[in-house]
């Protein structure tokens, strides 16, 4: 009975840390690929208890590919369509997956950290 009580807890806490990210204050700028050289880029993003370490491999002002090296997402897994929606559009300014919002802008601005040289 108590490890049921501290399960409930710890998912109302993290439930609650969950809603006090104001996800519409998370701004993704899109970088000019035309800039950044050809080579492989590692950012990561923590957006409330969503953490993303991804690689973004550049090559003639291309994306070629998204390696999601980390994403532990609670029930944002379906986030991870994003990275072909980013490499289709060759843009950061891609809409987030509906219901998986959070774990879309962790792993926008992990992309955007990568591709601005921040780790």
Do not use: W
């Amino acid at each position: 009975m108590k490890k049921k009580y501290l399960i409930a807890l710890f998912l109302a806490a993290l439930l609650l840390a969950a809603a006090c990210v104001d996800l519409d204050s998370i701004v993704i700028s899109n970088p000019d690929l035309s800039k950044i050289a050809d080579g492989k880029y590692q950012g990561s993003s923590k957006v409330g208890p969503v953490l993303v370490t991804l690689e973004v491999s550049v090559k003639g002002s291309v994306i070629t590919s998204i390696d999601l090296i980390k994403h532990r997402n609670g029930k944002g897994k379906k986030a991870e369509a994003i990275v072909q929606k980013i490499i289709e559009a060759q843009s950061l300014n891609v809409d987030v997956i509906s219901g998986a919002t959070a774990s879309s802008k962790a792993i926008l601005q992990a992309a955007e950290n990568a591709l601005a040289g921040k780790k």
